[in-house]
């Protein structure tokens, strides 16, 4: 039976007996849509790398990618793992200060190489789908995203 266009009442025959409008065939109003992520699930998960804490956060907070397992987890690793590199610098800088040990520069120079090597690595291999559970924060990253 079809619908008028203006008021959306039931319509009987070529005009709406409630308003007069010709008759048409609207469809009465459905809910909302569903909207799909619009970013891939390896895309989403490379992103959450790439400004540590700040994609971190901001994909655990967006509404599509939080409830999406895979996601959640390397957004929870690369934040525990930003968060241990800051630890680790201030720890650094401390030691460096207080102590006056200069070779502390060095092997912290060499501990940035080492960080940039691995977030690069953890950026690519979220983006070809692989997940790489890190060694301490890995199991933490996995149980906080409920995997």
């Not at 709406?16 to 569903?34: E, H, I, L, M, N």
Request: charged letters at 5%; glycine letters at 10%.
């Amino acid at each position: 039976m079809p619908f008028c266009a203006s008021c959306g009442s039931q319509v009987d025959g070529s005009f709406c007996a409630k308003c007069g409008a010709r008759a048409g065939t609207a469809v009465p109003a459905s809910g909302p849509a569903v909207q799909a992520a619009p970013l891939a699930d390896n895309v989403a998960s490379a992103l959450c790398y790439v400004l540590g804490l700040i994609t971190g956060i901001i994909f655990l907070v967006l509404a599509p990618y939080n409830k999406n397992p895979k996601v959640r987890f390397h957004a929870f690793q690369s934040i525990f793992l930003h968060a241990g590199c800051i630890a680790l610098a201030i720890g650094l800088n401390i030691v460096v200060s207080i102590l006056h040990l200069w070779s502390f520069l060095f092997l912290g120079s060499i501990v940035w190489l080492g960080f940039f090597i691995l977030w690069i690595y953890l950026i690519i291999q979220a983006y070809q789908g692989n997940t790489i559970e890190l060694p301490v924060i890995g199991p933490i990253a996995r149980q906080q995203a409920g995997v």
